[in-house]
């Protein structure tokens, strides 16, 4: 069965009817095709805007040798520790839990990590350069009115240390950091802040990704979701692929405007 945008208005004009047809699959699908669920808002992880590249740079120059293997052991320890500290109801703030991860990882790679690298390192995270097309897609949002956040387990302190040194505040509404549920992404507690905050349904609200698990943990949680896919990695296998995605925020553009 299929119905028209013309025949769902007037089917919504009978009032009770509209009530039964808007909570049937049916009548979702024809709510979307009327418009009704236009994205208002975008709500961004904090890479597909910073670059954390500039980083890995440092952890490269602070330990020339082995600079690469300690990223990447770095930062899977990071998100193995977020997750369980929400799972365990344990919070720690990012930048706390990102100390703790760069330490552990450095200890069992059995390199000296003395307190000078280790701030160099942690540091280079709140002066972290924009991506390339970054200013020019927030110019475009914002001369369309949308409504843009950041929502982020980077801590807001970290947050708007970057905004601040790229020089981007204006662009933004809200610096979300998930401090404010205590729990870390993909919980979904901590997408719900960008619902909470904006005051719109999950459907006006496209969530912006960096990580495939990120873009299938807002899928769950219910945001259409866009991820910018910047270094090339493959689909997660979480039965959520996203509503979207590119290399660039021009998959972002394209989806707004679609």
């Known amino acids: ?62 330990f020339p040798e082995q600079g690469d293997d300690l990223r990447k052991a770095w930062f899977a320890k990071i998100f193995g520790y977020t997750w369980l500290r929400t799972s365990g109801r344990r919070y720690k703030d990012f930048w706390h839990v990102m100390e703790d991860a760069l330490r552990f990882s450095a200890a069992g790679m059995k390199l000296d990590l003395t307190p000078e690298k280790q701030d160099a390192i942690m540091d280079a995270f709140l002066r972290l350069p924009l991506w390339p097309d970054v200013q020019t897609a927030l110019e475009k949002l914002h001369g369309k009115n949308i409504r843009l956040a950041f929502l982020s387990n980077m801590t807001e302190s970290m947050l708007r240390a970057n905004m601040k040194h790229n020089d981007i505040e204006k662009y933004f509404e809200f610096a979300l950091s998930t401090d404010r549920a205590q729990a870390f992404k993909p919980a979904p507690a901590a997408y719900r802040l960008g619902v909470e905050a904006f005051g719109l349904r999950k459907e006006e609200i496209a969530f912006t990704a960096f990580a495939g698990w990120d873009s299938a943990g807002a899928k769950w949680f219910g945001y259409p979701t866009v991820w910018v896919n910047r270094l090339g990695f493959p689909e997660e296998n979480l039965d959520a692929p996203p509503s979207a995605t590119g290399r660039d925020l021009t998959a972002l553009i394209d989806f707004i405007h679609a």
């Open 1 to 62: 069965m299929s119905i028209d945008r013309r025949e769902f208005m007037a089917l919504a004009a009978g009032g009770t009817a509209l009530t039964a047809l808007a909570a049937s699959p049916l009548g979702k699908a024809a709510l979307a095709a009327t418009g009704s669920s236009k994205i208002k808002a975008v709500a961004f992880d904090a890479f597909p805007i910073f670059d954390p590249r500039a980083a890995f740079r440092v952890v490269k120059e602070k």
